[in-house]
């Protein structure tokens, strides 16, 4: 309808505005196609599962913030309440349809990112809690551990006594950098340095020590009442 495609080319030229740069002449028919597809689930009363993706806010906190402008201005212009989450997929179009980094989409990036995350957290048995601080600086430090790879520019040190030191102290997050060792290596064909190991074996260290405390006090009885 006409006025769905006013509403979108709007609301797209609003992100630019507050991103400060184009979009690409491609996103506003991937947004129209999209929304579309949106407002005809709703029409038939069709309700998609939830879609968490705590990373996305913590790696592109401007994109994310330009998709729930997007949702509210489109709300308001087509008088129709979006999804809660529908500004995750409106920034994952975002993130496609404008930047290239390093030879490598920022949706690919993000995705890469996504699925380390995943893997520390099954290797763990435990939900990181995606609202701490050190939560955040390991997003980041796989988000920019990713871009060095694909730049062959990693980090390298040749004294590897603070590498050994946390492989002998931090067996548990030692093993699971390990496990993202080999997705990343299967991944981008590159190996990881020792450094860049010891860097993701603290970072590891220090989520992971959060995610055994919750989970440990799930599972412990609750304190007796004095």
Sequence with gaps: PYETVVAVTRAVATVEKSLGRGLGKSLPFAILDHVSFVLERIEKGVILPAV??????VMYPDEFAAAKTMV????????VSFPADEHVYLAMHILNGTRDEYNHSAGLLFRRVQHAVSIVQTFLGAK???STLDYARFVLHMKFFMQRLATHSQLEKADSSFFDFARANYPRSYQCAKQVEA?????????PTSEEMLYLIVHIERVGG???????TTEDEPPEQL
């Design 128 to 130: 990181l809690d995606d």
């Design 72 to 79: 509210a201005e489109l709300s308001e212009s087509l008088h």
């Design 210 to 216: 959060l995610a055994r405390g919750r989970a440990s």
């Design 52 to 57: 968490v993706m705590p990373e996305l806010s």
């Design 183 to 191: 997705y990343v290596e299967a991944e981008t064909g590159i190996a």
